[in-house]
């Protein structure tokens, strides 16, 4: 008798259903992260465009203005004309800032449905079923507390990034600039 290739694959335990959404909302978890950093690269390579830009501006206005200085009067000087390219760049950064807002926001629910799943077991336990651990590794509240945390730590850092959208494109000087993209 051949045996079948479901025969010979090693089973798993099987968790319970708070065990399984655990373990999921660590995979959840874990690509939310990955995508948080690409969006990152993202948004940092558009920043720089943004204060490359700005700093090329300002360049070609400083040496704009030695020409004018030595030959207009005040209402002869050009005025700062629009820049398509610096618009669309802060359009994209600003586009970047909404989809890491979206994973902020999963990881919020993350964070809520980790802590359901300890108050369910803790309600369990306290009716004096105790059962065994979900995982031998760390205990259930130590998920929603790792969980918990670093969705306090994303928050703070994209509260920092809606500071840098607003104010890098407006900048005037080159340092703030700098910290800006610096600090995205």
Not at 135 to 153: A, G, I, N, Q, R
């Amino acid at each position: 008798i051949a045996k079948s290739p479901a025969d010979s694959t090693p089973r798993r335990p099987v968790l319970s259903v708070s065990a399984r959404k655990i373990k999921d909302n660590a995979a959840d978890w874990h690509n939310l992260m990955m995508k948080w950093e690409r969006l990152n690269d993202n948004g940092f390579t558009t920043a720089n465009k943004i204060v490359n830009m700005k700093i090329s501006e300002q360049f070609q206005d400083n040496k704009l203005e030695i020409v004018c200085d030595n030959s207009a009067t005040e209402s002869e000087k050009p005025t700062p004309k629009y820049n398509e390219e610096l618009d669309n760049c802060c359009a994209e950064l600003l586009e970047t800032l909404k989809h890491m807002t979206k994973i902020q926001l999963k990881m919020e629910k993350l964070t809520s449905t980790t802590k359901a799943i300890c108050d369910l077991e803790t309600f369990h336990h306290g009716a004096g079923n105790c059962t065994t651990p979900f995982f031998h590794t760390w205990p259930t509240p130590y998920f929603y507390e790792v969980s918990l945390k670093l969705s306090e730590m994303y928050k703070k850092e994209l509260q920092l990034k809606q500071t840098i959208v607003q104010e890098i494109a407006h900048s005037a000087g080159q340092d703030l600039m700098m910290v800006y993209l610096s600090s995205w």
